[in-house]
């Protein structure tokens, strides 16, 4: 990246930039995986539940099957949506991604919580707020799964 060419050599090794830096592309790329998983399963859900009329017009017991497995494939591919999560995930990756870019700017800019700081309590600023984001997060996904999986619990209790 262009604003990499401005950071001096020292910056660039110290941890909290190199944390910032493997955070950032870690949250980026995670993003961009549940997106496109996420977007794989709706489109198929869509491509299947709109063929199950179409199918559904054919008179022999083969048409009857059919449809049946249509409806079933959907109901399944929403399963696996809702068990990998991958639309919260999409957003609250992304969301997290781009709150690191967002202190990535601020600490290169030197403005913001940076704005009056020098360079080594910029620094350790930097490694304070990033681990902040990134625990913050994490807290938040661990919460949320201990969630689902005392309503997982609850559900089968009912039973």
Do not use: C
Not at 70 to 82: D, E, K, R, T
């Amino acid at each position: 990246m262009t604003e990499e060419l401005l950071v001096r050599d020292e910056i660039r090794q110290h941890p909290a930039w190199v944390r910032l830096n493997d955070q950032l592309e870690w949250y980026d790329y995670k993003s961009g995986v549940n997106q496109k998983r996420y977007k794989q399963i709706q489109a198929a859900q869509i491509i299947l539940a709109t063929s199950i009329p179409v199918f559904s017009l054919i008179d022999a017991a083969s048409g009857r099957w059919l449809t049946a497995i249509l409806g079933a494939s959907v109901a399944i591919l929403a399963g696996f949506q809702q068990l990998g999560n991958y639309n919260d995930l999409w957003t609250t990756y992304r969301a997290t991604a781009e709150q690191l870019r967002h202190e990535k700017f601020l600490f290169l800019a030197q403005s913001g919580p940076y704005r009056t700081l020098q360079e080594q309590d910029a620094l350790s600023l930097l490694a304070e707020r990033v681990e902040e984001r990134v625990s913050t997060e994490h807290a938040k996904w661990v919460s949320e799964r201990t969630q689902q999986q005392a309503d997982r619990e609850e559900r089968q209790d009912g039973k």
